[in-house]
């Protein structure tokens, strides 16, 4: 059972154009939220968290945004660049004192110059 | 570089075979975790250890098992090995063990070939 989705496999964007990745969850428990970023051939990373608590976070050129009553998160990178061009992962953890993340699939996000 | 190194990079096996996967966290970093990606999916939890003990388990096979040793690097054992079995296994550190926004630094991952 996938908690975590997200619905588009794939996104292309002209460079300096807005990009938003979407994300849904079904788990009223997740309490924390992350994207994490992923190059071939490396591993993912960190990127933007937001709690639950707010309803929006701001890193730069990277704004995430949490509706807890959509259970839907979206990730804002504006300006886009060619260096964006990656795979991007939702991801949420529960309120259960453990700190695993449950994963989305992802959406690969290309940057057209 | 996030620091967290995983031996090997890639495997090639056979069925029924068993293998394993080796993972060194980051300094300082207590908690490790291991995922699995197969194509297509996402980042799946299988399992946590926190300073020796296991912590929190997800979706593990019987036939796979952990563990983390008193220098903190951490095994994943995968044994009568299926196709399905192919996948890209991820280990990720963290400092503790959860109750916190932490967030977990992800090695460059081992590829699983099972032939």
């Known amino acids: 059972d996938q908690q975590v989705k997200q619905n588009s496999p794939s996104l292309s964007v002209q460079e300096g154009r807005i990009s938003i990745l979407n994300c849904d969850y079904t788990?009223?428990?997740?309490?924390?939220f992350l994207w994490y970023k992923k190059y071939p051939a490396e591993g993912p990373t960190f990127l933007i968290s937001?709690?639950?608590?707010?309803d929006k976070n701001e890193d730069g050129r990277f704004t995430v945004f949490l509706n807890k009553s959509a259970k839907h998160l979206s990730l804002h990178i504006v300006p886009s660049q060619p260096g964006d061009s990656a795979v991007y992962f939702c991801?949420?953890?529960?309120?259960?004192?453990?700190?695993?993340?449950?994963f989305g699939t992802g959406t690969r996000l290309t940057v057209i110059p | 570089d996030s620091g967290v190194t995983q031996t090997p990079k890639h495997l090639i096996t056979a069925t029924g075979q068993r293998v394993t996967l080796r993972c060194s966290p980051r300094?300082?970093?207590?908690?490790v975790y291991w995922y699995q990606q197969s194509l297509d999916q996402g980042l799946q939890f299988l399992i946590q250890?926190?300073?020796?003990?296991?912590?929190a388990k997800g979706n593990i096979l019987e036939r796979f098992s952990a563990q983390q040793f008193p220098d903190l690097h951490s095994e994943l054992n995968l044994s009568s090995l299926e196709l399905g079995d192919s996948a890209l296994y991820f280990c990720?550190?963290?400092?503790?063990?959860?109750?916190?926004?932490?967030?977990?630094?992800f090695g460059s991952g081992t590829q699983l070939s099972v032939l």
């Open positions: 990720a550190s963290s400092r503790i063990p959860g109750g916190s926004n932490e967030k977990l630094f």
């Open positions: 788990n009223s428990m997740f309490d924390y």
């Open positions: 937001i709690s639950s608590i707010k």
């Open positions: 991801a949420a953890r529960a309120q259960t004192g453990a700190n695993n993340l449950f």
């Open positions: 300094s300082g970093d207590l908690s």
């Open positions: 250890y926190y300073n020796g003990e296991e912590r």
